[in-house]
C-alpha cells in the first residue's frame, strides 16, 4: 500500500498505482486490525429468548453460527435481553447500553413505541442493525428481516384457498404492540377487501396472560362467530389456538395459519392442528445481521439498507427438510 512518503520514483509509484487500480486492490482491513490489536466488541438487544414460545432462540442460533465463523477476526458480542412486557426493564437495559463501550449494536426493536425513544439515545458513532422489526425512521445501517405486509397477503391468499366458502376468518394480533405485527394483519386485510362473502375480525390477546385467560378470549372467538372458518395467528402462538381447539368439543374444521418454526408450532402442524406456517428464516436474520455490522463497523464495507428475508411456506409435507 502506498503512503506517499516519498521513497519511490515518481515513475514507479505510477506504475505501482496502475497495477493497483487493475487488480481492484482493496486495503486488508483486518490485518490492520491484527496490528493495531483492536477488538470490536457488537451489542446484541433483543427479547428473553423463551418468550414468544422460545422463537427467540433461533435468530440466537444464527448469531452464534456468525460468531463461530468470526472467531479469529477479533470479534465478541454481548446480549443485553430484555423483557418486552415491561417498559421499564427495556429503559434499564438501554441505560446499561449507554454504559457499556460497543462498536456497534444489532437491535430487535419489537416494541415500537418504546424503541423509538431508545433508538434517539444511542450515540451518534455507534452504528446499529435491526432485525426482525424495524423503526423506518431511524439512522439504521441495515434492516434483516421479512416484508410483513407482503407475509400478511400471503398468508391471507394461502387461508383463502383453504377457505371455499362464505363465513368469518379471524385474525389474532398479539400484544404488545410492533409494527411488524401491524403490517401483518394490514396486509391480510387488504387480502380480504377484494371477498365480500368472507367477513374478517381482529381479536387482541395479550401474549404475557396466563393460559387460562387467553382461553377464554379464544372461546369468546369461537362463540361470537358461529360460521368461523379460519384463524390467522400474527406471531409464534399459534400451537396455543391449536392446542385449545384440540382440547374442546365442536367442529374441527377451522383452519389456523400462523408463523414460526418453534418446537410447539412443528408438533401441531405434524399432527394436523395446524394447516401452515409462515418461516422467516429467523436464525438467518441474526447471522445475516452480526455479519452486516461486521462488514460495516470492520472491513469498513457498505451493506444494503434492507437485506429481505424470503417467505417460506411451511407444510407438513415439507417440514421435515428444515433444519431446525
Known amino acids: 500500500m502506498l503512503h506517499n512518503r516519498g521513497r519511490v520514483s515518481k515513475e514507479t509509484e505510477e506504475r505501482i498505482r496502475s497495477i493497483i487500480k487493475q487488480l481492484d486492490y482493496k486495503p486488508n482491513i483486518f490485518a490492520k486490525n491484527l496490528k493495531l490489536a483492536k477488538t470490536f466488541t457488537f451489542g446484541v438487544i433483543m427479547p428473553k429468548p423463551y418468550q414468544d414460545s422460545r422463537y427467540w432462540f433461533l435468530p440466537i442460533k444464527g448469531i452464534e453460527k456468525a460468531m463461530n465463523e468470526l472467531s479469529q477476526q477479533r470479534i465478541q458480542i454481548k446480549y443485553f435481553f430484555y ?3 415491561s417498559q421499564h426493564f427495556i429503559n434499564r437495559v438501554g441505560r446499561s447500553i449507554l454504559h457499556s463501550s460497543l462498536d456497534g449494536l ?6 415500537t413505541k418504546v424503541f423509538e425513544k431508545l433508538i434517539r439515545d444511542i450515540p451518534k458513532n455507534i452504528p446499529y442493525v435491526f432485525f426482525d422489526s424495524i423503526i423506518p425512521e431511524a439512522d439504521y445501517i441495515s434492516y434483516i ?3 410483513s405486509f407482503q407475509s400478511g397477503i400471503l398468508s391471507a391468499k394461502l387461508m383463502h384457498m383453504l377457505v371455499k366458502q362464505k363465513g368469518t376468518i379471524v385474525i389474532l394480533r398479539v400484544l404488545p404492540e410492533d409494527i411488524h405485527i401491524d403490517d401483518r394483519v394490514n396486509g391480510f386485510l387488504t ?6 362473502g368472507i367477513a374478517t375480525k381482529v381479536y387482541e390477546i395479550d401474549g404475557n396472560k396466563r393460559q387460562d385467560i387467553r382461553n377464554t378470549i379464544f372461546g369468546k372467538m369461537i362463540a361470537e362467530n358461529k360460521d368461523l372458518k379460519g384463524i390467522f395467528v400474527t ?3 399459534t400451537h396455543l389456538v391449536a392446542e385449545f381447539l384440540q382440547s374442546r368439543s365442536g ?4 383452519y389456523i395459519i400462523g408463523y414460526d418454526l418453534v418446537k410447539d408450532n412443528i408438533k401441531y402442524l405434524k399432527e394436523g392442528g395446524i394447516d401452515c406456517l409462515i418461516s422467516q428464516q429467523s436464525e438467518k436474520q441474526g447471522y445475516e445481521g452480526l455479519y452486516a455490522l461486521y462488514r460495516h463497523a470492520v472491513l469498513k464495507e457498505q451493506v444494503p439498507k434492507n437485506i429481505m428475508m424470503q417467505i417460506d411456506i411451511v407444510l407438513p409435507e415439507n417440514i421435515d427438510y428444515y433444519h431446525i
Request: glycine letters at 4%; proline letters at 12%; zero cysteines.
Open 106 to 111: 444489532l437491535i430487535a426493536p419489537v416494541v
Open 251 to 254: 367442529p374441527k374444521d377451522i
Open 145 to 147: 428481516g421479512q416484508d
Open 83 to 85: 423483557d418486552k412486557y
Open 235 to 237: 406471531n409464534a402462538s
Open 191 to 196: 387480502y380480504y377487501k377484494t371477498f365480500p
